[in-house]
């Protein structure tokens, strides 16, 4: 079999990364990575890189919008000086209840998932506008979606289902759970001995957390949208419901339309909240532990509130599994904050977590735990580009 590129493509609120895979039978070798990142920012940027980090593209054009940025990612790998993609893997949160499956886009796909924007409304909108240029740009190229709702689908009704009046369950409203393809590369990283009783906490500047049995997931913190679950660098988590409606009143006494409103109400649960309202200083866990050094009750507070509501999730998600084979950290803040999971395991050790402080002073893949802890605490870095990659060429096989 010729070696395959595919193309994968991942955007953000200001930027579009991207990488291409060399792909055969077995071989996925990452080619090129890139991005256009300062999107609609005087502080454009867009770079594309070998595996050996030599830079191919170093350029700080002008980024007005998205359009313009998309398009220079398109005219350079349409280019000569790269391998043509012969398939590209779009990464997609939440298709809605209709669209739960990886699959080819279209555009009559595109308009079914546009329907449910407001699951994720920080993340669909931008997807669904980077697939349709993509199919102009790359035109007989086939694209398709890869879901991170798709790693949940196995969830039981009692885990998905939410205690609401039944025409809005009809509407789509449910858990779906997101970073599936996050929790999918964690699998794939731990065959062949996946363990029975795994729970992953994915921790980034969004920060799920997910208990998994046997490879297939039973329960994830994240539900409906991205904003609910453990508290993150801007978002509530899940919130007593009273608080919601308290603020809904506050802002409608000097707000106009009821979508006014709400809109407002989604920028404080989704932007202004989390790590970030707590702290009043910052989302990203490196200012908040430089804050805590230097005293700042406010960014203590706020990063005790991630690591405790982490470790009762923790609990109770042992207590779901019947038990615990192994817990795995990762994410930005799973990967690299020695701190954050110090503070998370310290008071596990009755469910058989221990760390060992030594083990645990490492940024990457490692195996934390203490040698006698029942449970294996591990570290291990997300590849979801390589998951992308895979379903793509699983998908064009089929
Ligand atoms: P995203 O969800 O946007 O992909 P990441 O997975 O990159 O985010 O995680 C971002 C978070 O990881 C930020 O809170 C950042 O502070 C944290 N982080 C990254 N590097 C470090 C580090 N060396 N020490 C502590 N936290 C870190």
Redesign the pocket.
Known sequence: MALLPVLVLNSGSSSIKFSVYETGNSERHRLYEGAVDGIATDQGKFWIKDVDGKKLVDATPALPNRSVAFKLVADALNSEDFPSPKAIGHRMVCGGPTVQDNQLITPALIDEMEKYTAFAPLHTPIAIYIMREALKLFPGTPNFAILDTYFHRTMPEVVTHMPIPEEYSAMGVRRYGYHGISYESIIYQLQPNIPEKLIVAHL???ASISAIRNGECLDTSMGLTPTGGIIS?TRTGDIDPGILLFILRKIAENTESATAAADQLETVVSKRAGLLGVSELS????DL?EAIKQGNAKARLAVDKFTWTIAKWIGSYVAELGGLDMMVFT???GE??IDSRAEICAGLSALGIVLDAERNNV?GAATISAKNSPITVRVIPPAEDLIIVNHVLRLLGA
């Open positions: 980034g500047n969004g660098g989302n990203d866990m490196r532990r994410g930005g803040i690299n904050d940024r």
